[in-house]
Every structure is written in C-alpha cells, then in structure tokens.
C-alpha cells in the first residue's frame, strides 16, 4: 500500500512515498498469513511498518531524501554515496537472500508456530525451495528468536526451578566406527549439557554449558536468577551452597520422590521433553555447535506459549529481524560464505 506521487518517470522529480497503515486484519493462521503475503505489497508494508514506522530512511546515510522505484520494489537514496539503491531486506536478517519475502515470512511463521520444530526438508517441499537454502533460513530465523535478556528472572517470592539434562548422541544414526569411539560405558561422553532456569508462571533461560559441575551451573544461576528467590532442584552435588548465597534453595531427592509440596522440578521436565522432541523426532541430528539455535528456538515458543493465537507468536519473531545478520560463513563455522 504504497502511493508514489511526482514524476513517473522518474528518479529526478521528488517521490514522496506515503505508507498508508495496514488497516487490513492482521493475519491469525496460516491460511490467512498466506493470502495476505501472496500481495507482495502487502509483504513490502508489513516490512516498512515494522523497520521504518516513521518514514523510509536510506541505511547508509539515514537520509530520509529517498526515492521509491515502484517497479523494483527499492529505494534509491538521493545523497551521493555509493550502495545508494536499497531494499527493505537490508539490515535484516533477509539480507543478501535472494527469496522473495512471501516464502521468507511464511518460513517465519511456520517455526514461530510448529510446536516440535520444522525440518529444513519440510520447509523445502512447503515453500518450493532447496533444502539448502531452507536449512539457511531456519537458522536465520531462529537468531531472531534468540532471547538475550540481562533481565533477571525470579525475586522475592518467586519460584525458580533449576534442572539440568543432556542431549546428543544419536548413536543409531553413526557409523559403526564413530559410535565405538563416541559411546564410552559412561554413555555421556558424546552429550551436551544443558542447564534449564524456570521461572514458575514466567520464562525458560537455557544454555549450553561444558558439564554439570558446581561451577558452571551456579554461575548461571547468579547470572539469572535473583537472590531471594525459592531455587528448586535436585540433589545432584554441584547445587550445593546457592543457601550461602542468598537462595531460598530447597532439594527434591528423585532417588526417594518427585514431587514434595512446591518442591519439584515437574516445569523444566516438561520443556525438557519440548526439546527432545524436536531434537529427536523432527531435527534427528544436530551438531553440537548449532544445539543453542535449536534450544533457542524451542525456548522462544514456550516462553510464548500462552499468547492469544499464531499471528501473535509470528509478530513477536517479526519484530527481531532488524539489526541482525548471520552468514553462511558464520552459520557453518566456515571462512568462506556462499549466501543465496
Ligand atoms: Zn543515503
């Protein structure tokens, strides 16, 4: 919905570009999102409302002297830089990919959705495109999905629940020879640790960490949960000593029970079960140094598990994909990029 005045010729003749609020109900399923961003103005509004809700700015320059070219869907700056011809995928995590925006929004609101996580293989045969590229735009969305809030979780009168768990090691998916050198009698020389925070009524913090020793998991704790909360565990050693430092720490023993009044962990096992699922049943085999997306991703669905209905979940991803880039160089631990 965009209305050109001036010129139409032309790059010379000053174009004003007006963006008339998309007064059009916003989309709440999938069969709506994909009607709407069939229009690909309707795509190039949603983009301009959310990037530029006080008028298109040139990114090099922030000149707001800016000339729409309605045939290219571009802006062309009119102050003399080089890099003067811009989409509205710049900046974003969209740039230098070829998709055009119905795929990568549709793409969007499907991982925004997808209670146990869509494969690339799936994306690929819903959006007509490869594999490759589908894989790419997963992981592209799943950055904007990255929740890094210093904000810390908990208080006075809060319950936290703390657990940790480990992920990995699809042994029947190796080959023979790894899955000697990889499974050890211990069973976990090949799995990742994950320590789960849980705010009980709030949010889920997850992070990958080296092992479950006394100090990697309580200095996430401190880093995430503030002193006089009621902390929730289990006995496992290394939560030793949270009382010393200010926690209202309480033990479930699983050894005798599970639960014991308040006292459980019953909120992460249930996410804990959210991940493996995706990571078993939809994903199948994950790269330790890509299982933080996938956590991420899994963390940014149930921490907005209670919102009204899809479009609401999709909205919250669209409004953090400005700002942020991943190549495929940085996606694949590669030197050398080959964006599509
Ligand atoms: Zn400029």
Request: charged content about 25%; glycine content about 8%; hydrophobic content about 35%.
């Amino acid at each position: 919905m965009f209305f050109v005045s001036g010129d139409s010729k032309g790059l010379s003749v000053s174009a004003t570009i007006c963006l008339v609020r998309d007064t059009m109900k916003k989309p709440k399923t999938l069969q709506q999102a994909i009607v709407h961003f069939a229009n690909p103005d309707n795509c190039l509004a949603f983009m301009v409302e959310r990037r530029w809700p006080n008028g298109v700015e040139c990114p090099t320059c922030g000149s707001k002297e800016v000339h729409f070219i309605s045939t290219r869907r571009l802006w062309e700056c009119k102050a003399e830089h080089t890099r003067k011809q811009f989409s509205c995928k710049v900046g974003t995590i969209f740039e230098d990919s070829a998709l055009p925006l119905d795929k990568w929004l549709i793409a969007m609101w499907m991982v925004a959705n997808c209670k146990n996580g869509i494969s690339s293989y799936e994306v690929a045969r819903a959006l007509g495109v490869t594999q490759k590229s589908a894989w790419f735009m997963l992981h592209r969305i799943r950055l904007a999905m990255q929740n890094r809030s210093i904000l810390k979780l908990g208080g006075s009168g809060s319950q936290v629940e703390v657990d940790e768990t480990f992920v990995g090691g699809a042994a029947r998916f190796m080959h023979s020879d790894k899955r000697k050198r990889r499974i050890t009698e211990t069973g976990t020389k090949d799995k990742v640790a994950i320590v789960g925070i849980l705010e009980r009524g709030g949010e889920v913090r997850g992070t990958v960490v080296g092992n479950r020793k006394k100090h990697a998991l309580q200095t996430q704790i401190r880093a995430h949960v503030k002193a006089g909360s009621a902390i929730y565990t289990d006995a496992l050693m290394s939560y030793q000593g949270l009382r010393e430092q200010g926690f209202e720490h309480q033990v479930i023993d699983h050894a005798e029970k599970y639960v014991d009044g308040q006292v459980h962990t019953n909120g992460l096992e249930n996410f804990w079960s959210l991940l493996k699922r995706g990571l078993k049943g939809t994903y199948v085999s994950v790269e330790e140094f890509h299982l933080f997306r996938y956590l991420d991703e899994q963390m940014f669905r149930f921490n907005l598990r209670k919102l009204s209905h899809d479009g609401a979940r999709f909205e919250h991803v669209a409004s953090h994909i400005f700002g942020k880039r991943l190549t495929y160089a940085e996606v694949t631990g590669k030197t050398t990029a080959t964006c599509n």
